[in-house]
């Protein structure tokens, strides 16, 4: 299934692939309209009070459903993805992060009442220059900082490395603000991840089906691969970083959309948690 681009819009669209091996719980009915994934992201995001009700005054939510999907699947467990496409409706604050980690909690929801999923890779398109500017980094950061604390104290052996490519596709923003970056997220103290380093000249990570250049300017071109220590693969953990490295690159200077391929760089791939 294609991903439908009809009604998104380009400066907003914030979109999640979600690669891996996937069982269908045995008993669903994968032809019923109301349980797919479409139907079903729907249901939960209006359920947390996320999605916005256009009858509503003033649009209420945060963002408005675009599309979903779930490739097709063949054999038990298959490899394929399943895909979440949203346009924002709010408007943020100055210092108010994208909302990814709510994002990908209903999208991990969804996939948990779908079948058992094995998370290998992520595909997350950011709509940066949806982010105010912040006049200064101490702006930039608060309510992710305070949300960081979620993760105080977890098991030290569910500590993983991973790799994650920020492409800005045709924009070239991303390679002039890499460095200043990875200098910038090393030195805020929080429990999620140790930054290790960057390259702007490492192979991009490749997850295929890659996300069409009609939702962003692609195809990749410009992009940079930072390395680090996650405190566990989970799509919480996972949100909250891509919600870091949006806030990174806005605050220094990358004002177009990007997009995040995460994988894992050693150990075997894990449950989505």
Same mark, same amino acid.
């Given at each position: 299934?294609d991903v439908d681009?009809?009604?998104?819009?380009?400066?907003?669209?914030l979109?999640?692939a979600?690669?891996?091996?996937?069982?269908g719980?045995?008993?669903?009915?994968?032809?019923?309209?109301e349980?797919?994934?479409?139907?079903l992201?729907?249901?939960?995001s209006?359920?947390?009070?996320?999605?916005a009700?256009?009858?509503?005054p003033?649009?209420g939510g945060?963002?408005?459903?675009?599309?979903?999907?779930?490739?097709p699947?063949?054999?038990?467990p298959?490899i394929g993805?399943?895909?979440f *496409?949203? =346009?924002?409706?709010? #408007? +943020?604050? %100055?210092g108010?992060p994208?909302?990814?980690?709510? $994002?990908?909690?209903?999208?991990g929801d969804?996939v948990?009442?779908?079948?058992?999923?094995?998370?290998q890779?992520?595909h997350?398109?950011l709509?940066v220059e949806?982010?105010?500017p912040?006049?200064?980094?101490?702006?930039a950061l608060?309510?992710?900082?305070v949300d960081?604390?979620?993760?105080?104290?977890?098991?030290?052996?569910r500590?993983?490395?991973?790799?994650?490519?920020?492409d800005?596709?045709?924009h070239?923003?991303i390679?002039?603000?890499?460095?200043g970056m990875l200098?910038w997220?090393?030195?805020?103290?929080q429990?999620?991840?140790?930054?290790?380093?960057?390259?702007?000249?490492?192979?991009?990570v490749v997850? *295929?089906? =890659?996300?069409?250049? #009609? +939702?962003? %300017?692609g195809?990749?071109?410009y992009?940079?691969? $930072?390395y680090?220590?996650?405190?566990?693969?989970?799509l919480?953990?996972?949100g909250?970083l891509?919600?870091f490295?949006?806030?990174?690159?806005a605050?220094h200077?990358?004002?177009?959309?990007?997009m995040?391929t995460?994988s894992r760089?050693a150990?075997?791939?894990?449950?989505?948690a």
């Amino acid at each position: 299934m294609d991903v439908d681009t009809r009604h998104s819009r380009a400066d907003s669209t914030l979109f999640a692939a979600l690669h891996g091996a996937f069982t269908g719980h045995p008993w669903r009915d994968p032809g019923a309209a109301e349980a797919d994934a479409y139907s079903l992201f729907v249901a939960r995001s209006a359920a947390l009070g996320w999605l916005a009700d256009p009858a509503a005054p003033g649009g209420g939510g945060v963002w408005g459903m675009n599309d979903a999907g779930q490739d097709p699947h063949a054999g038990t467990p298959s490899i394929g993805r399943i895909w979440f *496409q949203v =346009a924002l409706h709010a #408007a +943020l604050a %100055p210092g108010q992060p994208l909302p990814v980690q709510a $994002f990908l909690a209903c999208a991990g929801d969804v996939v948990a009442r779908l079948g058992t999923f094995q998370l290998q890779g992520l595909h997350l398109l950011l709509p940066v220059e949806c982010l105010p500017p912040t006049p200064t980094s101490r702006d930039a950061l608060p309510p992710l900082l305070v949300d960081a604390g979620w993760f105080a104290d977890n098991d030290p052996h569910r500590r993983t490395r991973v790799r994650v490519t920020v492409d800005g596709g045709q924009h070239p923003s991303i390679h002039t603000a890499a460095p200043g970056m990875l200098s910038w997220m090393q030195a805020v103290r929080q429990a999620v991840i140790t930054w290790d380093s960057y390259s702007l000249t490492d192979a991009a990570v490749v997850l *295929q089906p =890659a996300v069409p250049n #009609a +939702l962003w %300017p692609g195809p990749l071109h410009y992009y940079a691969t $930072f390395y680090g220590m996650l405190v566990e693969w989970s799509l919480d953990a996972l949100g909250w970083l891509a919600a870091f490295l949006a806030s990174a690159s806005a605050y220094h200077g990358v004002s177009s959309p990007v997009m995040l391929t995460i994988s894992r760089t050693a150990e075997a791939s894990g449950p989505v948690a």
